[in-house]
């Protein structure tokens, strides 16, 4: 009889053993996929943060867009009122140390967005506001040359594309230092 209640709980312990194991493991494989989900989102947040609360957008359109420009980012609350700014094209000189850039092809010209996208900083996001094929293939070829430009044609999706570019645009240069080869 104490063979079998000596079997019995080893086997008892073999089960207890195999149940904490069995426990621990998720948890342990839960907690270490949090802290690297964690890790993961901490640096892109931070620099959406950044973005956001730093980055000033330059509009360059006509009087009537501009404004309908300006009270989208203003009523999708991403950006700051003050971080928005509106220029007409008279005014481009000013946009040398700009960011982020908002440009109307047709107010503009095909010649004035080109100049603007060729001479803009690397860490300046481009996002031209044009009509349905309102941009010839031509231009748009040379536009997708350059880092950081987006086309949009839709009011509704220029939000999401600025989201976008602020991320993108936000990069450090140690950020991706190693991943250049």
Request: proline share 1%; glycine share 8%; charged share 25%.
């Amino acid at each position: 009889m104490e063979d079998i209640n000596q079997a019995a709980a080893a086997i008892n312990a073999f089960f207890s053993l195999v149940g904490t194991i069995g426990t621990i493991v998720p948890w342990a494989l839960a907690i270490g996929f949090v802290v690297l989900a964690v890790m993961g989102l901490v640096r892109p947040a931070y620099r959406f943060g950044k973005g956001i609360a730093w980055k000033k957008v330059f509009i360059v359109a006509n009087d009537n867009t501009r404004q309908e420009l300006k009270g989208d980012l203003e009523r999708s609350g991403i950006l700051r009122k003050r971080n928005i700014r509106v220029k007409t094209d008279g005014q481009i000189s000013d946009l040398a140390g700009a960011r982020l850039l908002i440009l109307e092809y047709g107010y503009l010209g095909e010649k004035k967005v080109q100049e603007i996208v060729s001479n803009k900083c690397s860490d300046c996001g481009v996002l031209i506001y044009a009509k349905h094929k309102e941009i010839s293939d031509e231009s748009m070829s040379k536009l997708n040359r350059s880092q950081h430009v987006s086309v949009v044609n839709f009011r509704g999706r220029l939000v999401n594309e600025i989201l976008l570019l602020l991320i993108s645009t936000s990069f450090a240069r140690k950020d991706v230092k190693g991943q250049q080869k």
